[in-house]
């Protein structure tokens, strides 16, 4: 079994930041992607940043220059940092991971919980 946990969301005006956390933790044998993706009411989940286990990252171009994603592979943790928050950021934010678990060895896509991010006009 493998979770991942969020913590970090909140209510906070535009202009401002926000710093999103996600810890995995369980079975886990290796990790490959970890990032996050979004989804406002009526509206499809979107990536928003994603890094891989060598680093390169990637980052939805609505996002670019505002956030950065970063990871503590020691720890299982992803982080993002969100800076110059607009309305639109408004979202579910949820924690992805490509994880390998001990059992099987084979890698599969985990999600946490989601965490609600909301900025106000």
């Known amino acids: 079994q493998v979770q991942l946990v969020e913590s970090g969301g909140g209510l906070v005006q535009a202009g401002g930041s926000l710093r999103l956390s996600c810890a995995a933790s369980?079975?886990?044998?290796?990790?490959?992607?970890m990032g996050w993706y979004r989804q406002a009411p009526g509206k499809q989940r979107d990536m928003v940043a994603l890094?891989?286990?060598?680093?390169?990252?990637n980052y939805a171009d609505s996002v670019k220059c505002r956030f950065t994603t970063s990871r503590d592979n020691a720890k299982n943790t992803v982080y993002l940092q969100m800076n110059s928050l607009k309305p639109e950021d408004t979202a579910v934010y949820y924690c992805?991971?490509?994880?390998?678990?001990?059992?099987?060895?084979?890698?599969?896509?985990?999600w946490g919980q989601g965490t609600q991010v909301t900025v106000s006009s």
């Open positions: 992805h991971a490509d994880v390998a678990d001990i059992a099987t060895m084979r890698y599969g896509a985990y």
């Open positions: 369980g079975s886990i044998f290796s990790i490959n992607a």
């Open positions: 890094i891989f286990s060598g680093g390169p990252t």
